[in-house]
């Protein structure tokens, strides 16, 4: 028996959410595909801590397993069908056995889901927040969430008509209405415009966190580099300025004589010596030229 299947259908129930929703959610995060029944299921012994899932046999193994984690002080653990994190909900469940029983795990998911919904108005948004607040993250998981609610619709109607089949006497005839393709390609054709449109949404976002973090750095190395030529150019300025009279072999009091001394030195160190070689040698050639 498909122990999530039967709680995920009947908790939907039970707080109205939309019918498979639960379910597809919860075959997003346990489903194992069991290839010699060729179906797909969610599986209740499911435990993940920062990977994978591993299935368990039995409850048991899975409980031991968790434990196991906790006493080497691992704290990120999802369980059960719905995979409800232990460190996110620590006040989900009273015990371990409690959080691997389907019927619990999905009650708590589907709290969890209405009180999403309440806040977004809409039952996909909140299924990607049941991941994760971020848009980055949310979005690919919301689009496999749908995924697995086409599946799980068709399932549903699957099991109608065995149902049905099952109840029908060989003197009576049941109608089983037909599948309306033509509303499920309009809401198929709906879901791929909003996928696309939210797509193009996230692509503009990210350019624009690009340039803005592109932008942040190019200013921070402006204003680093201005600082570093700002302080030396203030250690210049006090070398110049507060050279001892010892240094300088010059009365310290002298104040034309140092501030000399401090312009001849600013020529030799940062003026041109080109452009002053040349300045006297013209200086020169003028001197003779009056001499003569």
């Known amino acids: 028996m498909d122990l999530c299947k039967n709680a995920t259908r009947d908790v939907e129930r039970r707080y109205q959410i939309t019918p498979n929703l639960l379910r597809a959610i919860s075959l997003t995060e346990s489903g194992r ?31 031991a397993h968790v434990q196991k984690l906790q006493s080497e002080g691992v704290e990120n653990i999802d369980v059960g069908c719905m995979q409800i994190n232990l460190r996110y909900h620590p006040d989900a469940f009273q015990s371990l056995n409690e959080a691997f029983d389907p019927y619990q795990n999905a009650q708590y998911a589907a709290k969890f889901l209405t009180r ?16 994760s607040s971020e848009p980055t993250k949310n979005m690919y998981y ?10 799980a619709n068709r399932e549903a109607h699957d099991d109608r008509v ?20 033509t509303r499920i390609a309009m809401l198929n054709n709906s879901f791929r415009t909003r996928i696309a449109q939210q797509r193009e949404d996230l692509g503009k976002a ?16 402006t204003v680093n580099q201005a600082k570093s030529r700002a302080i030396r150019e203030q250690k210049a300025k006090k070398t110049l300025t507060n050279m001892s009279a010892g240094q300088q072999k010059l009365n310290r ?40």
């Open 33 to 63: 595909w069991l290839a010699e029944d060729k179906v797909n299921i969610a599986w209740p012994w499911t435990v993940a801590s920062g990977g994978a899932g591993e299935y368990f046999p039995t409850k048991g193994q899975a409980i």
């Open 142 to 151: 919301r689009e496999k969430v749908l995924s697995y609610w086409n599946y």
């Open 162 to 181: 065995q149902v049905a089949q099952a109840q029908t006497q060989p003197d009576e005839v049941k109608r089983v209405m037909p599948v309306d393709h």
């Open 206 to 221: 990210q350019v624009i966190a690009n340039r803005l973090a592109q932008y942040r750095q190019h200013m921070g190395g």
């Open 116 to 131: 999403l919904f309440k806040e977004e108005k809409s039952w996909s948004a909140a299924a990607g927040r049941y991941h």
């Open 253 to 292: 009091f002298d104040f034309a004589k140092r501030r000399a001394s401090q312009l001849e030195k600013w020529r030799r160190t940062t003026a041109n010596p080109d452009l002053l070689a040349q300045a006297k040698q013209n200086e020169t050639s003028t001197t003779h030229t009056l001499l003569d």
